[in-house]
């Protein structure tokens, strides 16, 4: 079975500390690898989509980083508002019957003026 | 503002009733998703449709019912069969399946549902 394992599940940081949040995934020949925020009480938000091993996207403080088994999001000099849990999220080759997207559990990010 | 909107924010249900959620779009997408999240768990799908007067059962259908009479409009229903139906509730959109971007989800804020 296809599985998306998100660690750690919380992690606190003081601002400025920089850090990694990590996905690792089961599945081989994904079709994307998501990355999504989300705050207290609201939907996920998107953030990044790779696609391929190596490849990296960036946004602000984050940047999300992709191998053949697993993900990372680094956060650089964090900042207090970056506090919310981020959701990692694959998707399966066409040939997997579900197909649709498989997500991990998310990791809680505080960080701590 | 083109978004998504559900409603209500937060819903109460007596044992042995039927509640719907209401989900709303106004971005044009074609694709339409239900998700129920647990304390500790990944997203799970309820049911997604690709197209008006179609729908698929995700992993976990039993206990819901969805219709797809407008391609704005997205309503799940929780039926009374759905043993433990206290979760948060999030719908979602995408672009139709084949166009770039078809995997990202934007989501509503969220049903709140409790049973009594």
């Known amino acids: 079975e296809d599985q998306v394992t998100q660690s750690p599940e919380a992690l606190r940081l003081q601002e400025g500390e920089s850090s990694s949040l990590n996905c690792s995934y089961t599945v081989s020949g994904l079709r994307g690898l998501f990355w999504y925020r989300q705050d207290p009480g609201k939907g996920p938000e998107f953030l990044f989509t790779?696609?391929?091993?190596?490849e990296e996207k960036e946004k602000e403080r984050l940047k999300a980083t992709l191998t053949k088994k697993e993900s990372f999001l680094h956060i650089t000099a964090p900042k207090p508002e970056d506090s919310a849990t981020y959701l990692c999220?694959?998707?399966?080759?066409?040939?997997?019957?579900?197909?649709?997207?498989?997500w991990g559990a998310g990791t809680k990010l505080i960080i701590k003026p | 503002d083109g978004g998504i909107t559900q409603s209500p924010k937060y819903l109460f249900r007596k044992e042995g009733q039927n509640v719907t959620l209401s989900c709303e779009q106004n971005?044009?997408?074609?694709?339409m998703y239900w998700y129920r999240q647990d304390p500790g768990q990944g997203l799970r799908l309820i049911y997604y449709?690709?197209?008006?007067?179609?729908?698929q059962k995700g992993d976990i259908a039993e206990g819901y019912s969805v219709s797809r009479e407008k391609k704005e409009s997205f309503p799940l229903t929780v039926t009374s069969a759905q043993k433990n139906p206290t979760a948060f509730y999030l719908c979602?959109?995408?672009?139709?399946?084949?166009?770039?971007?078809?995997?990202?989800?934007?989501f509503g804020a969220g049903s709140r549902l409790t049973v009594l």
């Open positions: 999220a694959i998707k399966p080759p066409w040939w997997d019957s579900n197909y649709q997207l498989i």
């Open positions: 790779l696609y391929s091993a190596g």
């Open positions: 979602a959109s995408s672009i139709g399946k084949g166009s770039s971007g078809a995997n990202v989800l934007t």
């Open positions: 971005l044009n997408h074609d694709a």
């Open positions: 449709s690709q197209i008006v007067n179609d729908f």
